[in-house]
Nanobody, 125 residues
Framework: VQLQASGGGLVQAGDSLSLSCEAS????????MGWFRQAPGKGREFVAA????????YYADFVKGRFTISRDNAGVKVYLQMNSLKPEDTAVYYC???????????????????WGRGTLVTVSS
């Protein structure tokens, strides 16, 4: 499975940006999907996740009320709508997915089997 993220860019504080990620290859093995981010000099952190069939969503506290994760009906695309962006949201954003029939904790990056290359989001003050 390959994941391709897109939609990053340079915006000003308070602006909105939408990221998308599309899975290709053996997409029938994809279950849950999520977004992580990594700011310069920091570790990778959980942002949001959505379960297979988009039944449940999960968010990091620092994005609740500002970011929305969604997924298409076919289950191969995941989106991250980011509103009210702040300079501290500046990071490379990665989409990830885990395999069906495997354990999963939304915020644990070690439980995702597939990763995209990342897309850079820069928020200026």
């Amino acid at each position: 499975v390959q994941l391709q993220a897109s939609g990053g860019g340079l915006v000003q504080a308070g602006d909105s940006l939408s990221l998308s990620c599309e899975a290709s290859g053996r997409t029938g093995s994809v279950a849950n999907m999520g977004w992580f981010r990594q700011a310069p000099g920091k570790g990778r952190e959980f942002v949001a996740a959505v379960t297979y069939g988009a039944i449940s969503t999960y968010y990091a506290d620092f994005v609740k009320g500002r970011f929305t994760i969604s997924r298409d009906n076919a289950g191969v695309k995941v989106y991250l709508q980011m509103n009210s962006l702040k300079p501290e949201d500046t990071a490379v954003y990665y989409c990830a997915a885990n395999r069906k029939f495997s354990s999963w904790l939304p915020e644990d990056p070690t439980q995702y089997h597939y990763w995209g290359r990342g897309t850079l989001v820069t928020v200026s003050s």
